[in-house]
């Protein structure tokens, strides 16, 4: 067993199953002797580690760790770390005392009085605390038992003395019921100022000490690092080693071990181990998965009689329901983006991988919605800089997809001509006039109607991907299946939609369906047209052909899912609406903007569009177009303090839009991938490929 172990570690193809203990005769396997010895060596080590705080960055060179010296200086390492610490957490213990120590004493100082004459009497009742002198003083004079009292007071610090033979505690009585909060009297005496000045003396004292034991702790971990991080890893390679037999089926004088490995390398597995184990060993390929025998609904199907056949053939079946693993093969460009997938679930051995889809839609739907050059520059330079710095695959992942959809938001942001809310991009680059709008201003909301309409028909694209994918998915099961479990929801989407489109019964629709992708007419004012395709809905006949259409959809729908059918079939129509918070997010962030800069800048309205005061004044805006036209003045018009005031208004608020364009933009782009799209077709639950083996970074055997 051991000569297989070594021979499939060093070669790291073998994704083992496990044993699932149904094979009569056989048991699940027990550790190799050492494994126990290794797992304690390597929780000590991994505690030296965080005592010492050794990272990757500290390895050095490569270095082979022998048994010998693993015994010898692990313990002796062990022995002067831990006395290293203890003498730390001795030192840090006194530093948290004299804290709080000092904490307690300095209202004292406030107070003047010595220590000693605070409490320690028979017959005088002393509180100490903060709070309102008069209070205290209108509270022990309500006191018929108090014969004498006197007050002091300093920096809201109180003391109270009070004489009441008769009664135990009158004092504390007196206070329970004003605001005072009392202060426990410093166990020490004499002057509290010098009392404080022994504690500070006492404390520099201990820091210099602390420092001097952390440089020592230093001195000690780049001595040590590297040979703790290479005993980290051949460690962790024995416990593999010894702890994989748990994973195997086992009698007193055989052994089944079971796995996947890639199609292509196994002559390299079978003579490999062969010959590793001297011809005592047979290596077997059982079955080669194929994509489209494991149907996700029902993987590996068989009966009782075929395992037991599969048995007697020397086929084992670990696991009933064992899976390939799954390893995503996607370019490098899409790579950020499994991330997003596996937020889900990774896909299984049987289902399509749609990180490319997301690839292709995530950045364009985020882009749209901020669509602003200066918001899109920080989104790459933040993604960016998260890919390259951080040492966290997912943090790295995330800056990847920062990345994409800053590029696009760039991209739509020269479209809509704006950086920063600001149409100067529009200025420069398109002489004024940018080929899209946001709808926003009063003269462009025919764009913010144009983008509704939009939205849906990106809806339409989208969803449609999701349901041809489920076609072909259960496509395995039967055309029959294919249709009425997927084919049926496009089917009845498809033509519903295609009639709301249509001139059919036109009076009962808005009418910007039909205008604002139209031609500007007599009938159809200009400023009710964003974009002039000459679109004015799909003619009569493809509505009635789309009502047909439906109306078989949801037949099929009905055959296949009978009520739960006809209680979800909304669903078509709710799915493609709910891609209009596209648009919705869009005029948002516009806004956000736009009222950041208002208030900075000032702003008046002229022609239909708004323009900031930035090279203007509110007077001459006045002087010029009247008073009526003045949005808004602007901070910056406001003197000094409304310049200042301006600043911090204007930095503050567009690090608000930038931060809420992901948590809005972001997250309402994440919804629609994984409600509107995923939810059509996937399922998740691959294992990921980890064949047994280890990727030395610290040790060698040579």
């Known amino acids: 067993m051991r000569d297989v172990i070594e021979a499939t570690h060093d070669l790291h193809l073998v994704h083992f199953s496990d044993y699932d203990g149904d094979i009569e005769g056989f048991e ?38 022998s048994e010998e010296r693993l015994a010898s200086e692990l313990e002796s390492i062990r022995s002067e770390v831990n006395e290293l610490d203890d003498r730390r957490s001795e030192l840090e213990d006194e ?170 390398t196994f002559d390299e597995l079978e003579s490999t181990v062969e010959t590793a184990a001297d011809g005592t060993v047979a290596v077997e390929e059982l079955e080669v ?23 007697a053939d020397g086929g084992i079946a670990f696991e009933e329901d064992d899976e390939p693993p799954v390893v995503q093969d996607n370019p490098s460009i899409a790579k950020p983006f499994e991330i997003l997938v596996e937020m889900v679930n990774r896909p299984r051995y049987s289902e399509y991988d749609p990180t490319l889809i997301v690839l292709l839609t995530f950045p364009l739907f985020f882009g749209f919605m901020i669509g602003d050059v200066g918001y899109g520059i920080l989104y790459v330079a933040i993604g960016y800089a998260m890919a390259t710095r951080l040492d966290s695959d997912a943090l790295r992942s995330l800056g990847g997809i920062a990345v994409w959809s800053g590029a696009f938001t760039v991209l739509f942001g020269i479209l809509y001509g704006e950086i920063f809310g600001m149409h100067y991009i529009g200025t420069i680059l398109w002489d004024g006039a940018p080929p899209l709008h946001k709808g926003l201003q009063p003269h462009y909301t025919a764009y913010a109607r ?68 139209n031609q500007p007419t007599a009938q159809i004012p200009a400023e009710n047209v964003a974009i002039a395709l000459g679109f004015a809905g799909f003619p009569v006949e493809v509505g009635l052909a789309g009502l047909a259409a439906a109306a078989i959809g949801f037949g099929l729908l009905l055959l296949g899912e009978g009520i739960v059918g006809l209680l979800e079939s909304l669903n078509v129509l709710v799915n493609v609406l709910s891609y209009t918070r596209i648009a919705a997010v869009l005029l948002a962030k516009a806004g ?32 010029q177009f009247g008073e009526a036209a003045l949005t808004f003045p602007g901070l910056i018009h406001m003197g000094v303090l409304g310049i200042l005031g301006g600043i911090v208004v204007f930095l503050i608020g567009h690090l608000v839009v930038l931060a809420l364009g992901v948590t809005s933009a972001g997250l309402q782009a994440v919804r629609l991938e994984y409600v509107e799209f995923f939810g059509k077709f996937y399922d998740g639950g691959g294992a990921k490929y980890h064949p047994f083996g280890y990727k030395r970074n610290y040790t060698t055997e040579d």
Request: proline content about 4%; cysteine-free.
């Open 289 to 311: 998965a194929d994509y489209e025998d494991y149907a996700s609904e029902h993987p590996h199907e068989h009966s009782e009689s075929d395992e037991k056949e599969a048995t």
């Open 28 to 65: 699940t396997g027990s550790p190799l002797s050492g494994a126990e010895d290794a797992a304690d060596k390597l929780v000590i080590v991994r505690s030296l580690k965080s005592i010492l705080g050794v990272s990757e960055d500290d390895a050095g060179p490569t270095r082979i760790v």
């Open 95 to 264: 530093l948290r005392d004299i804290e709080g120590k000092l904490e307690t004493a300095h209202p004292f100082v406030e107070l003047g009085y010595d220590l000693d004459l605070l409490s320690g009497y028979d017959h005088l009742d002393v509180a100490v605390g903060e709070g309102n002198a008069d209070e205290v003083v209108e509270a022990i004079e309500a006191r018929d038992d108090v014969d004498a009292y006197d007050v002091e007071s300093e920096g809201g610090v109180v003391a109270a003395f009070a004489h009441a033979p008769e009664t135990d505690d009158a004092l504390g009585d007196a206070l329970l019921g004003i605001d005072f909060e009392p202060l426990d009297v410093p166990d020490a005496s004499g002057d509290p100022e010098q009392y404080v000045e022994e504690l500070e003396h006492r404390q520099e004292k201990l820091q210099w000490k602390l420092e001097r034991l952390e440089n020592e702790i230093e001195e000690y971990r780049l001595e040590h690092a590297g040979f703790l991080l290479a005993a980290e890893e051949k460690l962790t390679i024995e416990v593999q080693k010894t702890e994989i037999p748990l994973q195997f089926a086992t009698t007193d004088h055989a052994f089944v071990a079971e796995g996947w490995i890639p199609t292509e």
């Open 592 to 623: 956000m903007a736009f009222v950041v800069n208002l208030l900075f800048f000032g702003a008046y309205s002229h022609g239909g569009e708004f323009h900031f005061l930035v090279s203007e004044s509110p007077h001459h805006v006045v002087e």
């Open 450 to 517: 144009g983008w509704l309409l939009a939205t849906l028909f990106v809806a339409l694209v989208h969803v449609t991907a999701g349901y041809v994918i489920s076609f072909a998915k259960e496509l395995r099961h039967g055309l029959k299946a294919a249709i009425t479990e997927s084919g049926s929801w496009a089917l009845l989407m498809l033509g519903l939609w295609a009639w709301i489109f249509s001139r059919h019964a036109i009076g009962g629709k808005p009418a910007f369906i039909f205008e604002v992708f």
